[in-house]
């Protein structure tokens, strides 16, 4: 923390001490839910990186950090262009197959489903699920977020078609079901039984809507 940066702030810029030092102490602050003053250290840290021409991978890395910080600061427009800078950035760098790149696709169109940008979230979805299915397997923390995000993004949606309705139960039920053998008592599983519930809800709704 400021102890690790009032030791090192002396030395070159470039300095690996130095860098690693920010680097800690963004990430305590964060950590600490003070995140004012880590948005300021990590946008510091960001421009230090630039300056310095450091590796892609490194700088992807400062950004999902700084979009996450962006995010407790209620700047969520600001995080999600930067996740979407990441997630660019991380199919250009390692390919849709990398796990990194699935990662920062979860993050991504998790950002969009918060802003209830649900066509956008449903396109990186849609692109990314099958990836994450054949790379990572069905029963992967990853690839199961990736399917509740889908299914709420359908859902939610104010242009959702009945078929789109029924698409996000199905997807729900099949990934609750998975979700509840292989993690037992785990907060997705919550997180699923409310989707499903809502999904089922709205689909029960329209189904009664296009009757009448």
Known sequence: ??????TNVGRPEAHWARLLAMSRLGNGLSAAKHHEDALF???????????????????????????????????????????????????????????????????????????????EAKSVLRKMMPVARRVLGENNDATLRLRWTYARALSKDDGATLDDLRE??????????????????????ADFEVALRDARAALRARETQSLS
Do not use: F
């Open 1 to 6: 923390g400021w102890a690790c940066w009032k």
């Open 41 to 119: 250290v990590q946008e510091a840290e960001l421009s230090m990186w630039r300056r310095l021409g450091e590796s892609e991978e490194q700088m992807l890395d400062v950004q999902t950090n700084l979009a996450r910080t962006y995010h407790h600061c209620g700047r969520t427009e600001e995080a999600n262009r930067m996740l979407r800078d990441v997630y660019s950035g991380c199919l250009k760098l390692n390919g849709e197959q990398s796990r990194d790149t699935l990662a920062a696709a979860l993050n991504y169109s998790a950002s969009l489903d918060a802003l209830k940008r649900y066509r």
């Open 168 to 189: 996000a139960v199905k997807t729900l039920e099949d990934a609750d079901r998975i979700a509840r053998c292989v993690l037992g008592a785990h907060p997705l599983v």
